[in-house]
């Protein structure tokens, strides 16, 4: 009976754990060695992708890998953040596991983009109990 109660407890307790939303400005960039395509477009009148990883306890033994248009673009550690230089329209943005670490073999999820000639567009992949999610980045007030 106690093993029950400790086993619901840790979970009501995990239950809540979720990333911390972080500032772009406050992220690691991801090492140049994990960093796979799109590291520069010579096109004219580009825009710039900035993906965001929050930092925090759910899902830090777990690396993402990034997706763009289907191709793999980087792996995003817990607290990092990857910039891309691509050139202005729609695009397909993607991230599953990495298929290393402690996680493997949840699919990749997408969204639609649109990159503007010399913008930044930020997104941003934070993570709960009910797995991860990649959506617009806003900079939350403190």
Known sequence: MRRIIATGALLLALGGCA??????????PVPANEMYAFKSQGTKDPGRLTILRDDGFVGAGCDLMFYIDGQRAAKIGPGQKASFVLPAGEVNLGTGLAESGLCAGVAIKTVAANIKPGKEVIYRINWDTQGFYLGPY???GR
């Open 19 to 28: 990333t911390s939303p972080m500032r772009v400005s406050d992220a690691r």
């Open 138 to 140: 806003v900079e939350y």
